[in-house]
């Protein structure tokens, strides 16, 4: 896949706890009420990790991963093991922003426990791909207060976690029809370019990752050549959705990622952490 092909797409992740409007985030960023399911609960509607797209004015893509409660302790190891190679292979090579979904008028301990754990799965470094998203910004506007104001006078965990962010926060308002909380798309999407930006355009490419994306590139290899036995043809795009789209929907094609993203890390002789080891020893 071509060095073009990757600098045209913008790609990112949502997480965060079960219920804080991620699936409503993704739908504002894609400019349609129907990319992802979502409802106005409590509850999680999102039960794998799915990915849409759009195709923006500048010519770029913008890819949309959406996660479940990704470490949510109500499910099963088995269950978050497979999201969690689902979400690494959908991100593949790589996300150039972690979007962390909070509430305005809801922040607990459990927000803190979820930004550990990705930290504990995906590294420090992660920390420098994180930029939080505040969604119901109308309780901020009826309350006449700023953002800013609104973290200074909030619990001192959530302030140190918008340090441990680099101080990258804005919100948004997702109860409003596509399109007309433009300018809050635009901040979010101005913040994933600055994050880019300041990662040198780099995407995140922990060891994970990069393993995937050999797993990756290697089914593409394969469906070029079964295309040509039949004497078809598709574009990088194409035949990229075509592979996501089996991530998406088929657990068997996560087997193949799984144990090739071991594979690889033997191969290359690459370390990596007890939890992913635990991870892959689902699908054995």
């Not at 890390?265 to 635990?278: N, S």
């Amino acid at each position: 896949m071509t060095v073009a092909f990757y600098f045209s797409e913008i790609r990112v992740v949502l997480v965060g706890k079960t219920g804080r409007g991620k699936s409503a985030l993704g739908n504002s960023l894609l400019r349609s009420k129907h990319s992802f399911k979502s409802a106005a609960s409590g509850e999680s509607i999102t039960s794998r990790c799915t990915i849409n797209h759009l195709d923006m004015q500048n010519g770029k893509k913008l890819v949309v991963v959406d996660t479940p409660g990704l470490f949510d302790t109500r499910v099963s190891n088995a269950k978050t093991s497979r999201e969690l190679v689902r979400c690494v292979a959908l991100a593949s090579p790589g996300p150039h922003a972690f979007l962390f979904v909070l509430s305005v008028d809801r922040f607990t301990k459990e927000e803190l426990d979820t930004i550990d754990h990705l930290q504990e799965l995906f590294g420090n470094d992660v920390m420098n791909f994180v930029i939080v998203v505040f969604n119901h910004k109308d309780t901020l506007e009826y309350e006449e207060k700023t953002l800013e104001e609104h973290i200074q006078s909030s619990p001192q965990g959530l302030q140190n976690l918008i340090r441990r962010c680099g101080g990258r926060m804005t919100t948004i308002n997702n109860r409003v029809q596509p399109g007309s909380n433009e300018p809050d798309v635009n901040a979010i999407i101005s913040l994933v370019e600055q994050v880019k930006h300041s990662n040198g355009g780099n995407y995140y490419t922990e060891a994970m990752f990069e393993a995937a994306e050999e797993v990756f590139q290697t089914k593409l290899e394969n469906l070029k050549a079964e295309l040509a036995k039949q004497g078809k043809r598709l574009t990088e795009y194409e035949m990229r959705d075509t592979i996501l789209k089996e991530v998406e929907e088929n657990d068997g094609i996560l087997v193949t990622f799984a144990k090739g993203i071991e594979k690889t890390f033997v191969k290359t002789g690459k370390a990596f952490k007890g939890a992913w080891r635990t991870i892959i020893s689902v699908f054995k």
